[in-house]
Nanobody
Framework: QVQLVESGGGLVQAGGSLRLSCAAS????????MGWHRQAPGKQRELVADITSFGLTNYTDSVKGRFTISRNNAKNTVYLQMNSLKPEDTAVYYCNADLRDVSGTYGDYWGQGTQVTVSS
């Protein structure tokens, strides 16, 4: 029973910063990719950033230069440092991980989301 739990969301003024964390728990044998998506009301969920087990990163164009994704493999945790936040960054942010659980095969898991609100 694998769970991903996000934390670190909240209310911040434009130009401010937040750091999101996502910890995977349960019986986990290995984790491949981890990433962050976000979804605003009435909008489709979109990729924000992801990171491979080797540390290779990928970002959507709108956050490049402002957000940084990182991971701590010993803690099964992925982070998203968000700087220079803009009102258009307001969304529920979801963590996801491609991991191998007790089944012995890889599967895609999602957290419940954490709200990020950026005021103008």
């Amino acid at each position: 029973q694998v769970q991903l739990v996000e934390s670190g969301g909240g209310l911040v003024q434009a130009g401010g910063s937040l750091r999101l964390s996502c910890a995977a728990s349960g019986i986990i044998f290995s984790i491949n990719n981890m990433g962050w998506h976000r979804q605003a009301p009435g909008k489709q969920r979109e990729l924000v950033a992801d990171i491979t087990s080797f540390g290779l990163t990928n970002y959507t164009d709108s956050v490049k230069g402002r957000f940084t994704i990182s991971r701590n493999n010993a803690k099964n945790t992925v982070y998203l440092q968000m700087n220079s936040l803009k009102p258009e960054d307001t969304a529920v942010y979801y963590c996801n991980a491609d991991l191998r659980d007790v089944s012995g095969t890889y599967g895609d898991y999602w957290g419940q989301g954490t709200q990020v609100t950026v005021s103008s």
